[in-house]
């Protein structure tokens, strides 16, 4: 299914504390390289990102300008987002991705502490907001995690009730676990987003379907907010 969607600014927050139990499950061997021997599941080819995909779950390919763009899974209340970028040969870019983190959130009023989980050491806390007039004075939990592979780092933000409950972060540390990173031979900076793009099929049907409007948004810029895609499975 193809749909354009406004950039939500409205984000639920949730009076639940974090869990206690332990995080079920171990990170079975991922996230994975293209060059590794990665275990073969179905995945959605989106450029840099190959997203293992199931049930119940819908992969949205997301646009802005301050982000740049993003690749985000949900499962009704909970959502993950997910972006690689190019990383030095030596590695180590999620220690200095995960302090840089926790520094914008004590800005802009939020709390985070660090905390052992199957993808490794993340960051869970909580933010202001987003609300139609800016920010507003609620905190809602996201979980931040990090993986460092060959020349990529691999960003994953959790929100909704998986942010906070380890049953309900178990099905998308999997997620996690299973992506595929496609780095490229090309040279590029340190933390520079990797291509984030539709599939081939997926972007067939969006330019005839553009195509057949009066007005519609251009493909060529990539830092225009414009076209999503959902696919439900």
Do not use: H
Request: hydrophobic fraction near 40%.
């Amino acid at each position: 299914m193809l749909r354009r969607r406004r950039r939500d600014t409205e984000d639920q927050s949730t009076s639940a504390e974090y869990s206690s139990e332990a995080e079920p499950g171990q990170q079975p061997g991922g996230p994975w390289d293209i060059a590794d021997d990665y275990p073969e599941a179905e995945r959605i080819d989106c450029g840099s990102l190959l997203v293992p995909v199931s049930e119940g779950f819908e992969i949205q390919i997301n646009v802005a300008e301050e982000q740049g763009a993003w690749v985000a899974v949900v499962q009704g209340e909970n959502g993950m987002q997910l972006q690689a970028f190019a990383a030095p040969r030596s590695g180590g870019l999620w220690d200095d991705v995960r302090q840089e983190i926790a520094a914008n959130i004590a800005e802009s009023g939020g709390i985070c502490q660090e905390s052992d989980g199957p993808a490794g050491v993340e960051l869970r806390g909580r933010v202001p907001a987003g609300d139609e007039n800016g920010t507003s004075a609620l905190l809602q939990p996201v979980r931040f995690v990090g993986f460092d592979g060959p020349r990529w780092f691999l960003r994953g933000v959790m929100s909704g009730p998986a942010a906070i409950d380890a049953a309900a972060a178990a099905t998308f540390y999997d997620l996690f676990a299973g992506v595929v990173v496609v780095r490229g031979d090309y040279p590029a900076p340190p933390r520079e987003l990797l291509e984030i793009r539709l599939p081939d099929e997926a972007r067939q049907a969006l330019e005839a379907q553009l195509a057949e409007e009066d007005q519609g948004w251009g493909l060529a810029d990539p830092f225009t907010r414009g076209p999503e895609i959902t696919e439900t499975r």
